[in-house]
């Protein structure tokens, strides 16, 4: 409005007289909303600032021209009537600016000055109902009394403005060209219920039609609302704020109506369009965001609570303006200008006919939710899971259903919400998901020999790949029955063949799956037949069985056994048995897998039709178990090694080589342990569990340095309960094997000091030091006259805070010197006792005789604070100083370290093992200091160890 103000209304050079009254008056509307002004963005705010000229008393101006009179009287009506008070609020300055521009007092044409002034208001204020009009013969129309009709009277009103009737199915259509106010509506109670209510409450569904509503009064939504709604709690919809009153009225759903309700069951759509207005308007939005009902047609008209017909001064212009607003509680919106938006977007004239088909679609969603569940209760195969599934079903609202699409989409994310089972999936026809059945019954297989031998050469493909490499390929899983006839044939064309090899490759790149329990005859091939194994267990719903599937004792051909190397190809398209295979190789520890994710399609699953709709619903009928006693869910195969299929045998053969390093470098692990471990008699165990861990198969997933790293790393650590071993792998020597720390320069020196080291005298003269890091003796040796000037800063405190919440550690040669500046020059301080299983040599660590400048001595306090990232080096510090009692604790319990790790390198390869080779006692208890991290004598937030030490200091002075 400002810029339209500053190009438009050229009031020439006038003054500016009473402005201290208007403002008076503005001031207390600038007080009101200023915490609102706070939160408009810049870019608004430079928007609003032509406010204050709306906010203006009239002013009287010399020699005013009709012009800036009419604008002034126009800021007057905005001022006390416009319901947007706070987008009012500007600046002073703005006024001046407004009065001494004037390019609408050459406007000479009433009308077009009005149209002149509409557009002004309507872009600054953004609002398109503000709109002024020059009608000198205007006469305002006013609304007869309601007091004035009588009883008769307003019941032909609203018979008048009320059409219900009932449809097929039992439908009720009921249109409401009015909505009735408080007062009409106390008047006419019973005979609003008797013809309409009583009438309605028997349909089974209603549809609403407020399209041709275009007023109403707004005391009359909470009526409507309510018959719609429980009695209780009580439901606030809606505030309604009026300017000229300075008033809000809050709009309930209400506890107690004439008659019974409709209730929040059965279905309601709400017809719209364009013209839809006011109170109807609050009705449709209401009744929409309470989760009530479904509105069918258009965008209504976002009409307005109250607008008047102002007039402005004596002349002949008028100004309508909104005087009330309105906001809903359950969005934080309104109604108003923007409508309410339909759930179902069409055309008015379309909107029963869309209304009634959308009845039909949600009078099926009962039926097709008993469906399911019957579907469920029937075939799932998780019997323990049947139950909830359908509790949770019939608990589910479904009131954003508006299709056969909705449906599915809505049952098929509350099954997976509840099951949490992937194949529990449910579809619309067209897009329900491949299923992949058991195949079915065989018919009888002749006991010819050639057949049988013909059948196993088309079944199985097999060669010897360079390095004494067996490679075998089947394309399909056959029947148990017709495995075991073939058996001789499978004998001499696979087992036989592949006797010597050492290693096997089996291709399921191209497999299409087929029954599971031939599983077990080819898994038997692949281990001992001296023990008996569980292989697998499959769960039959439909029967109600349980078939255990085991190792078989009595194979007829020559079993590969369980040490050889075994690797499975896989691709995309296994399916079935076939991704069953490579999972139960994989969980049995059997075998690598190497290839592509498997498809992933649904196992063991049956899909059924739901009641009524082109519904699908795909469900488990029986439970694939592994070994572990763990349900497989599908979803495919991960590969241990994943390449493209066409790389997959390739792959392999590199993997196989790399597994011929394995079991030694496991070993070497062990011998390493057995010779640096800080606790031998750990180490033993370690060692013994490795060995058995690379025997039962766990190492087999692994396939490069990368992945044998962690998996030693993750081994030693559970073995162990030891955090600090850690196994990595490294091109290069690492540094940490050189154990040469470099001595700094001068100007190295004066880095490290301003880089690593805070000192600091805070309040009260309480030193505060900071380190981040743990040098090494020789280091700090070389720098010792300059950090022996920032002690000299310290060293005359009342009390230190040692500040450890950053400092990683590193080395742990300096800590008797640090110590010692800590402690009383005689006797010396015993600080702890370390024992090195490497060299087998135990050495009580003291306080040293003498230190460069002053001690801190032994009696002020020290305060260490901590952190989870305190750790090694700086954890002995902290734990040396809590164990001789010099020191308060605050923080958070550190990382749990040691005082040394040896890194050794394993065999001839490119993985190194960091092993703790040094065991801590505690100069108080002579206990072994164990791996946990040091615990605080007072726990608090890292952040907050620096305030916690400073309040604990001021609280004792």
């Known amino acids: 409005m400002l810029l339209f103000l500053s190009k438009t209304w050229r009031l020439g050079d006038q003054s500016l007289i009473g402005q201290r009254d208007c403002f008076s008056k503005v001031s207390a509307i600038n007080q009101e909303t200023y915490t609102k002004k706070k939160q408009i963005s810049k870019k608004m705010a430079k928007t609003l600032l032509f406010a204050p000229l709306m906010l203006l008393c009239r002013l009287w101006i010399a020699d005013a021209s009709f012009q800036a009179a009419l604008v002034l009287d126009m800021a007057k009506i905005l001022l006390d009537n416009y319901c947007f008070p706070e987008n009012l609020i500007g600046m002073q300055e703005a006024i001046q600016q407004a009065i001494n521009s004037g390019e609408i007092q050459h406007i000479s044409d009433r009308k077009t000055l009005a149209a002149v002034l509409s557009t002004g208001v309507q872009g600054a204020l953004n609002d398109p109902r503000l709109t002024v009009t020059y009608e000198p013969n205007y006469t305002p129309v006013k609304t007869p009394m309601l007091s004035l009709f009588s009883k008769d009277q307003l019941a032909r009103q609203v018979k008048n403005s009320v059409k219900l009737e009932f449809l097929d199915k039992n439908v009720g259509y009921l249109r409401i060209d009015r909505i009735v106010g408080e007062e009409a509506t106390a008047t006419l109670a019973q005979f609003i219920q008797e013809n309409i209510w009583n009438k309605v409450i028997n349909t089974d569904a209603l549809i609403l039609d407020l399209r041709y509503s275009t007023g109403g009064e707004l005391s009359g939504v909470p009526y409507v609302v309510s018959y719609f709604s429980d009695p209780e709690p009580p439901t606030l919809f809606e505030r309604i704020y009026e300017r000229p009153k300075n008033t809000t009225k809050e709009l309930w759903t209400l506890s107690t109506l004439q008659g019974e309700r409709y209730g929040k069951k059965k279905d309601l759509i709400v017809l719209t369009s364009k013209r839809t207005n006011g109170a109807a308007e609050a009705v449709a939005y209401t009744l929409k965001n309470l989760n009530r009902a479904i509105v069918v047609g258009e965008r209504t008209s976002g009409g307005s609570v109250k607008v008047e017909k102002l007039k402005i001064g004596d002349s002949g212009f008028y100004i309508t303006i909104p005087v009330a607003r309105s906001t809903s509680p359950l969005t934080g919106l309104s109604w108003e200008l923007n409508g309410v938006s339909p759930s179902v977007n069409t055309k008015p004239k379309e909107a029963l006919s869309r209304a009634k088909s959308l009845l039909a679609i949600r009078s ?37 259903v508006i299709s056969e699409d909705n449906l599915a989409v809505k049952l098929n994310y509350e099954l997976q919400s509840v099951a949490e089972d992937p194949r529990l999936i449910i579809k619309m026809a067209k897009n329900s998901p491949l299923v992949v059945q058991d195949d079915p019954e065989l018919e009888t297989i002749p006991d010819d020999q050639s057949f049988l031998q013909a059948l196993a050469e088309s079944v199985f493909k097999v060669r010897i790949l360079p390095g004494n490499t067996g490679y075998v390929r089947f394309d399909r899983f056959v029947d148990a029955m017709l495995l075991q006839k073939m058996e001789v044939q499978m004998v001499r064309n696979v087992w036989e063949p592949i006797k010597g090899t050492d290693n096997l490759i089996i291709d399921l790149r191209f497999n299409t799956g087929g029954p599971s329990d031939s599983l077990s005859i080819l898994l ?27 190792t078989l004792p009595d194979i007829l051909g020559p079993s590969y056994g369980s040490t050889r190397g075994v690797y499975v190809l896989t691709s995309y398209h296994t399916i079935s048995a076939g991704e069953e295979f490579a999972y139960l190789i994989q969980s049995l520890h059997r075998g690598t897998i190497v290839g592509e994710i498997t498809s992933g399609n649904l196992l063991h699953s049956k899909s059924f039709n739901v009641k009524n709709t ?55 692990v062990g011998e390493l342990l057995g010779m640096h471990y800080a606790l031998p008699e750990i180490a033993v165990n370690v060692k013994k569990t490795l060995h058995t861990k690379w025997t039962d198969g766990f190492y087999r997933p692994v396939i490069d340095y990368e992945s044998l790293a962690s998996q030693l790393t993750a081994d030693l650590q559970e073995i162990s309960a030891d955090h600090r071993l850690h196994v990595f792998y490294c091109d290069v020597e690492p540094e940490s094997m050189l154990e040469v720390p470099k001595i700094p320069t001068a100007d190295e020196a004066s880095y490290i000091i301003n880089t690593l080291f805070k000192a600091d005298v805070l309040v009260g003269n309480i030193g505060y030091l900071r380190f981040d890091m743990m040098a090494d003796i020789a280091v700090v040796k070389a720098i010792g006259s300059q950090l022996v000037q920032v002690w000299n800063k310290l060293v005359n405190t009342y009390a230190l805070i040692i500040d450890l919440r950053y400092n990683i550690g590193a080395y742990s040669s300096a800590l008797p010197l640090l110590c010692t500046y800590l402690f009383d020059p005689e006797p010396l301080t015993h600080l702890y006792t370390i024992f090195d299983h490497a060299t087998n040599t135990t050495t009580r660590v003291m306080t040293l005789p003498e230190v460069l400048g002053q001690r801190y001595g032994p009696t002020k306090e020290i305060y260490i604070l901590t952190s989870h990232m305190t750790g090694s080096a700086a954890e002995a510090f902290t734990r040396t100083m809590k164990d001789l009692k010099r020191a308060t604790v605050i923080g958070e319990p550190t990382v749990g370290g040691s005082l040394s790790s ?56």
């Open 364 to 400: 099926t969603i009962p039926k097709a939710v008993q469906s399911v569940s019957d579907i469920i209760q029937r075939y799932y195969s998780f019997r323990d899971k049947v139950q909830s599934v359908i509790n949770h079903l019939e608990a589910t609202d479904f009131f954003t």
């Open 524 to 550: 038997s091939y692949l281990h001992d037949v001296s023990s008996k194994l569980q292989l697998f267990t499959i769960y039959d719903r439909v029967q109600n069985t349980t078939t255990d599937y085991h």
């Open 614 to 668: 082109d519904i699908v619903i795909t469900l488990p009928v029986m439970n694939f178990i592994d070994n572990n006693d763990e349900c497989w869910l599908g979803g495919g195969v991960v590969p241990d090694a994943i390449v493209l299929a066409d790389e997959a045998e390739e792959q392999a053969l590199e993997v196989i080589q790399f597994h011929q390093e394995i079991r030694s470098l496991v070993e070497e």
């Open 902 to 957: 040896g890194t050794y390198q394993i065999g001839n390869s490119i993985l190194y093992a960091s092993i703790p080779n040094q065991v801590v006692l505690s100069a108080d208890n002579g206990q072994v200091w164990g791996v946990s991290g040091v615990e605080p004598h007072v726990v608090a937030q890292g952040t907050d160890a620096l305030k916690v030490a400073k309040n604990i200091i001021a609280a004792k002075n």
